[in-house]
């Protein structure tokens, strides 16, 4: 881990470093001798950072925006990670059998990739918070809990086609590979041979796109969040930026500390994944 660290370049190194401050502050954030996120200091609203007692200052409400960012952080991450962990499992399992069995049923599962693909993310959000997360009596909110649920669940599906495609290309360049086509010829089973051999080296690929991944979900979620469908009261970066959002004109500072904080996240996951995908072709080119 260290030497691997030691080959990137100093802006990888700086995104790599930022991802894992992120890490640690969604981890330890609660612990943190900062405000309560949800209790409003009346006596401070709308102050600029490095007010005392408000680092980066507050809202129009008056709600501290560190501890706010911290406990976002945690929601956030919560809701990328699973997204991407859960679709990629998904997406990859299927884009790899599909590719390795061929015939009809990759002729359906591609299909199917290029459908949901074809529909916009937000719109897809937009459908399934609308059907599983609203309350028919307007008067009865929906919790958080489920909204976080359903918001993942939505971006999960969206996940599914993305990294499915990126396991079926990867595992159509290593199926017909020498050692391959031997451990067949051999007997092994094809169970056998998907993980030993087609699994390791079509994980690389999956690895640095997931990076990316992250960072298309953090985004997401913001859009969802500002169109009103998203994570409520403010746990969350997107739904910081919503709440905060007719602010800017007198508070400018309230809607740059989650805007800014989200685009250093997306900016260093991508740079981190596109430093993966060059380590990736590096070794793919030796083999």
């Given at each position: 881990m260290r030497s691997a660290f030691r080959r990137m370049d100093l802006f990888t190194k700086v995104c790599s470093t930022w991802l894992a401050i992120i890490a640690i502050l969604a981890v330890v954030g609660p612990f943190l001798p900062l405000p309560d996120p949800r209790e409003a200091d009346f006596a401070a609203p709308g102050v600029k950072p490095f007010s005392p007692g408000h680092l980066l200052g507050t809202d129009s409400n008056g709600y501290d925006l560190l501890s706010n960012v911290v406990n976002g952080t945690r929601v956030s991450l919560m809701i990328s990670l699973v997204s991407v962990l859960v679709g990629?499992?998904?997406?990859?399992?299927?884009?790899?059998?599909?590719?390795?069995?061929?015939?009809?049923?990759?002729?359906?599962?591609?299909?199917?990739?290029?459908?949901?693909?074809?529909?916009?993310?937000?719109?897809?959000?937009?459908?399934?918070?609308?059907?599983?997360?609203?309350s028919p009596d307007p008067s009865i909110p929906v919790s958080s809990n489920r909204r976080i649920f359903v918001i993942m669940l939505s971006l999960t599906f969206v996940i599914i086609p993305i990294l499915g495609r990126i396991a079926r290309g990867a595992t159509?360049?290593?199926?017909?590979?020498?050692?391959?086509?031997?451990?067949?010829?051999?007997?092994?089973?094809?169970?056998?041979?998907?993980?030993?051999?087609?699994?390791p080296n079509v994980l690389p690929a999956i690895y640095s796109v997931g990076f990316l991944a992250i960072g298309v979900v953090i985004v997401a979620e913001g859009s969802l969040s500002l169109l009103g469908v998203g994570v409520v009261d403010g746990v969350s970066w997107g739904a910081m930026i919503a709440r905060v959002a007719g602010e800017f004109t007198y508070l400018p500072h309230s809607m740059y500390v989650p805007v800014t904080v989200l685009a250093l996240s997306v900016i260093a996951c991508n740079q981190v994944g596109d430093h993966l995908r060059s380590r990736l072709d590096l070794r793919e080119g030796k083999i």
């Open positions: 990629g499992l998904i997406g990859s399992s299927i884009g790899i059998i599909s590719a390795y069995v061929r015939g009809r049923f990759d002729g359906i599962v591609s299909t199917l990739f290029n459908i949901i693909l074809s529909i916009p993310n937000l719109v897809l959000g937009l459908s399934l918070v609308a059907v599983l997360a609203t159509l360049a290593w199926v017909n590979r020498e050692f391959v086509v031997a451990a067949r010829s051999m007997g092994m089973r094809d169970k056998d041979i998907i993980f030993k051999h087609i699994v």
